[in-house]
């Protein structure tokens, strides 16, 4: 069944807050083909995301994952013994899967204070100096924040991406009747559309997925 309306308010409002798709300028000093020196991941929860990207960082290259200090469990209890099996299946006779070594080599994880906190650290100290980051925070009021620490981590032609930037579709709803994580996310919306710093466009899907590359 379809919901011509409803996809055609996803579609204006996407219009609203989109640009032309961005292009890439070909890397100067990239490590190797289709890899990636350093990353930063706001939010891991089970990880397996965080896995997936750290099997297309180049074997020398790091990933800064923060989480919140009460979701890490998640990532001790789901994401580490997936990345055990995934060595196991990657390296059935080799000394990696018995030194903990692989996928989690290359995983820098910090938890030890919520994601803002860490992530404005991350921002004074590690600024242009990061590839890719994904944020995907659940604590959404944080949102306009992350973002500029975000575009502040990432150095020139490096990728942003953001889930969730419709708020499972608050930011669609008239202003009073928003929450304050709408208007948080639809404030964010609006910066990114006229950040001069960057070029983007939102996609209506993953719950709004901003694709985000810096100057």
């Not at 100290?125 to 925070?137: E, K, R």
């Not at 928003?178 to 709408?182: G, I, L, R, V, Y």
């Given at each position: 069944m379809r919901f011509p309306i409803v996809f055609d308010l996803l579609d204006q409002k996407a219009r609203k807050f989109t640009r032309p798709p961005p292009t890439v300028d070909p890397p100067t000093s990239a490590p190797s083909k289709g890899s990636l020196s350093s990353c930063h991941l706001c939010r891991v929860f089970t990880g397996l995301g965080l896995l997936g990207i750290a099997e297309k960082v180049h074997s020398r290259g790091l990933i800064v994952a923060v989480e919140h200090p009460s979701y890490v469990h998640y990532w001790e209890e789901i994401g580490l013994k997936v990345a055990k099996i995934c060595l196991v299946l990657h390296y059935p006779n080799n000394d990696l899967f018995h030194t903990g070594h692989g996928y989690t080599s290359k995983i820098q994880l910090r938890s030890s204070e919520p994601i803002e906190k860490a992530l404005s650290k991350l921002a004074a100290?590690?600024?242009?100096?990061?590839?890719?980051?994904?944020?995907?925070?659940l604590k959404r009021e944080n949102y306009l924040d992350d973002y500029e620490h975000a575009v502040r981590l990432?150095?020139?032609n490096g990728l942003l991406v953001i889930n969730q930037a419709l708020n499972n579709g608050g930011v669609l709803t008239s202003v009073e009747l928003?929450?304050?994580?709408?208007r948080v996310i639809s404030s964010m919306n609006a910066r990114i559309k006229e950040d001069g710093r960057v070029r983007a466009s939102l996609l209506p899907f993953g719950g709004g997925t901003w694709i985000i590359v810096k100057k």
């Open positions: 100290n590690d600024w242009d100096n990061f590839d890719f980051v994904f944020l995907d925070d990432l150095r020139s928003m929450t304050e994580n709408d």
